[in-house]
């Protein structure tokens, strides 16, 4: 028996109200996942919820994605998230991202205790980056993978970082109580009490955003003339940088899109295995405050998010879904939020 319908809306109008729904319509949502019954929720259980407010809240703040939805559901093909992805930032010399672990770790300390392991490491060596594919233990292939990347501030110049410590050493943890006991008690036995989840859930959804100052306008300045991640990060914090529609032939999507007239990546993105292909949209735009050097607020239109499109095939080796990323790849994927000649 696979999760309760009524059991995973519940879990995920925690996080969005009465939008539950019609976010979970969106999705394919996986039949391999068994019910633990009405009062208990399981790590793959809160996952898959998570996953499936996170999927929503970026539709909320990317149109062109929301647009892509619709022609899904006029369709009556759901989406099949493969991987959400985030950025996150590491300061110099150890130094804490406010009130956050630095980099991946501020979400491994969600993504562990719900199931996750962290299934390879990818370079990102042109942007100063480093990606970690996060793929969930118990149902690797239904439930969406997170790819998480690394900004390393010390490999940028001094001016660089001071600007850096002072954008991201305002963060605040988006965590409460609740959260943090209910990620112990999954750590610890791999479910929660329904109640505990619902109460959890919130503010685990929460994290997954700006939690830091709004920033200097003359700090994100310096950092978006070194570096579009940085300045991506921080305008838009740790949201979803993207999300992915695993699709049966990313070539034509592709093609479908441009003839829709939304913004694409002019190719696509093939793997050294030959087995992952990837494209996506352009980031759509959105206006967000800065702080000028007078202490008045202005308003700058910047990149956003975006979204992705995925095909994967089978590995020969282990007869399985080709689940990696790549390096070459996911460095191509960024720079849709860079600038209108990636």
């Known amino acids: 028996m696979t999760i309760a319908p009524d059991k995973l809306t519940a879990l995920v109008a925690a996080a969005l109200g009465q939008d539950a729904s019609r976010a979970i319509a969106d999705l394919v949502v996986p039949t391999d996942i068994p019910d633990s019954g009405p009062d208990t929720v399981t790590r793959a259980e809160f996952a898959l919820a998570m996953t499936v407010a996170l999927h929503w809240g970026l539709l909320a703040r990317v149109p062109t994605a929301a647009a892509y939805a619709v ?77 998480v990347s690394e900004l390393h501030v010390d490999r940028f110049d001094a001016d660089f970082a001071s600007a850096a410590m002072r954008i991201f050493a305002t963060t605040r943890d988006a965590l409460d109580d609740s959260a943090n006991a209910a990620l112990a008690t999954f750590a610890a036995h791999g479910q929660v009490t329904l109640a505990q989840a ?33 300045a991506w990060i921080a305008t838009e914090g740790n949201a979803f940088n993207h999300g992915t ?47 000028d050097d007078n202490g008045a607020q202005v308003t700058l239109t910047v990149p956003g998010s975006f979204y992705e499109f995925i095909d994967r095939a089978v590995d020969p080796v282990s007869g399985r879904l080709d689940l990696k990323f790549d390096s070459s790849n996911a460095q191509g994927i960024f720079k849709m939020t860079a600038s209108l000649d990636a």
């Open 71 to 147: 022609d899904c559901r006029a369709a009556g093909r759901p989406i099949m998230l493969d991987h959400g992805a985030l950025r996150t930032v590491v300061l110099p010399d150890g130094a804490a991202t406010g009130a956050i672990p630095a980099g991946a770790a501020a979400f491994a300390r969600i993504l562990q205790p719900l199931g996750y392991s962290r299934a390879d490491i990818y370079p990102l060596d042109r942007l100063r980056m480093t990606g970690f594919a996060w793929c969930h233990d118990d149902f690797p292939d239904s439930i969406a993978q997170f790819f």
């Open 198 to 230: 619902l109460a959890a859930m919130p503010a685990i959804v929460g994290a997954f955003d700006r939690h830091h100052d709004v920033p200097a306008l003359r700090d994100y300045e310096t950092l978006k003339a070194s570096s579009a991640e940085a």
């Open 245 to 291: 529609d695993r699709v049966t032939d990313v070539e034509a999507v592709a093609d479908a899109q441009r003839a829709a007239g939304r913004a694409m990546k002019d190719r696509v993105e093939v793997s050294g295995s030959g087995r992952v292909r990837q494209t996506a949209y352009r980031a759509d735009w959105v206006e967000r405050p800065f702080v």
